[in-house]
């Protein structure tokens, strides 16, 4: 019962903040179009066409979501992306983010609920930042365009500073986490 409290006291302090925000961008706007008015007709068509690209996409992520949710284990993602994996946990993070094509606001909800199933840190910064740099089609576009050597070179790069990435996040997160509790 003490749990749900603060649960729903979380939520609805949550909710505020996501008001605040959005309050904070529609100020920041006014006095940009203000400042800008020849833009308006620019921002309006953009913020559009992301509007009607979101209201068409997140359905069907939102239904995959629940099917993810339902239908795959919190002991299995613990066991291939949790602590427990070690680096193979970073490096399946790799590879299920660069399966997938489309937009990174569609890793987002993915990545929260991997999260709540207990994948470590460093494993959901790999899955979300191959999701944005790292797309096996986007892949063979660039080995066509750029060759097989710079395709190479970068996609290694890329995968090596992902894994830093996301072992130093996974730190900073842990220590900040270590004087939270001390101070706390």
């Known amino acids: 019962m003490k749990d749900n409290v603060k649960g729903k006291a ?23 179009l203000s400042i800008f008015p020849y833009k308006k007709e620019a921002v309006v068509r953009t913020s559009w066409d992301f509007f009607v690209e979101m209201i068409l996409i997140l359905p069907a992520v939102m239904v995959l979501m629940g099917l993810f949710n339902v239908f795959v284990p919190n002991e299995m993602v613990v066991k291939y992306l ?12 790799i590879l299920l983010g660069a399966l997938p094509t489309g937009p990174l606001y569609v890793a987002f909800p993915m990545a929260s ?56 996040i996974e730190l900073l997160i842990a220590q900040s986490n270590r004087k939270l509790k001390k101070d706390g």
């Open 113 to 168: 609920a991997l999260l709540k199933k207990g994948a470590k840190i460093s494993s959901i910064i790999a899955f979300l930042s191959a999701w944005a740099c790292i797309k096996i089609p986007q892949e063979m576009v660039e080995l066509q365009f750029l060759g097989a050597k710079f395709m190479a070179l970068r996609l290694i790069l890329t995968i090596i500073f992902v894994v830093v990435m996301g072992l130093v």
């Open 10 to 32: 979380k939520q609805k302090t949550q909710i505020v903040k996501d008001v605040i925000i959005l309050g904070i961008t529609v100020v920041i706007a006014i006095i940009l």
């Open 82 to 93: 949790g602590k427990s994996a070690g680096i193979k946990g970073v490096l399946l993070g």
